[in-house]
């Protein structure tokens, strides 16, 4: 009688199941007989997912099936299925959310650019978060969280996973001002520590974004003006970078959006780096045209053409586009 058994746990009532998910796999590579290349899997890895496959497709909910699952997943860890497989197994078997957590940042760590962690944490995070919803929780969870995606941070501070997640918490959670200010902070010494990190620059309009939607008039203002006085001051240390002028003229929509008056002319600023950098002259036409268009047509025509015939001719047909435009 054949056995089948896996880091010493017997599996063998699996076999009907594995022959018969076997069967269909060779059906199924008869009509590929035109493969150019197989992969040669080793043997235990096959017995390892035959396994897996009859657990899932039995929807076994077991100790042995965890274990299975926490195998593949550390073999395999991008494989979707076994995350969505395995988030049943911990609802299912009731298992401790924060020894999950826990085993997730340490994972985490050493699978960087692993999508699924980020997916996963996000359901484990929604079921820990149901047992205690008090504030004091929430500042637990919130400290923790900041200190892994910290770290993960200093490993790669343009991970986009990370900068996604991050965006997910702030959305699901009511974050109060003074985590806002923490959020801010946080990011300014990002910035501070790459002026070009353009999803740090992203995040912080986000916050702002979140911020002015809890501000009323007064601090609307306020928080504005500080902002584009900031970018202002990055701009400065580095002009040639997109991400700055960017924020910067978001910052002046938003100004012009909330009606609020900006106290001081920025032609200056434009005309500070026009010379150190082509985004200054671009975001200087774009600004001329908020202010006002018709009075100013000559200039923002001679500026679209020092981009076109000099500083940006790569973009020749975009700027007699926008030359024509006018």
Known sequence: MEI????????????????SLKEKEESYDLKRSLVL???????????????FNALFKLKEYSERSYNIVNEVIETVPSYYTAWVYKLELVLKLNKDISEE???????SLDNLKNYQIWSYRIELIKEYYKKDTSKEAFKSLLQKENVLTMVMFDED????????????????????????????????????KDVLNNSAWCFRYKIICDLLKKSNNDQKKSLLEEELEYSEEQIARYPD?????NYHFRMIELMKENEH?????LSELYETHLNESVYSI???????????????RKSIKDLYILLRDHRDPIRKVYWDYKIAQL
Not at 37 to 51: A, G, H, V
């Open 282 to 296: 671009e975001y200087y036409a774009k600004y001329l045209v908020m202010v006002d268009k018709a009075s100013n």
């Open 4 to 19: 089948l058994e896996f880091n010493g746990v017997d599996f063998t009532d699996l076999l009907s199941t594995i022959n």
């Open 101 to 107: 957590l826990s085993w997730l940042d340490e994972f």
């Open 157 to 192: 501070a343009k991970n986009h996973h990370v900068w996604s997640y991050k965006s997910w918490f702030i959305n699901y959670f009511d974050y109060d001002l003074e985590e806002y200010g923490e959020e801010v902070a946080y990011i300014g010494k990002l910035i501070d």
């Open 241 to 245: 970078n997109i991400s700055s002028w």
């Open 261 to 265: 008056t900006i106290n001081k002319d």
């Open 37 to 51: 290349c197989d992969i040669m899997y080793s043997d235990e890895y096959k017995k390892l997912m035959s396994i």
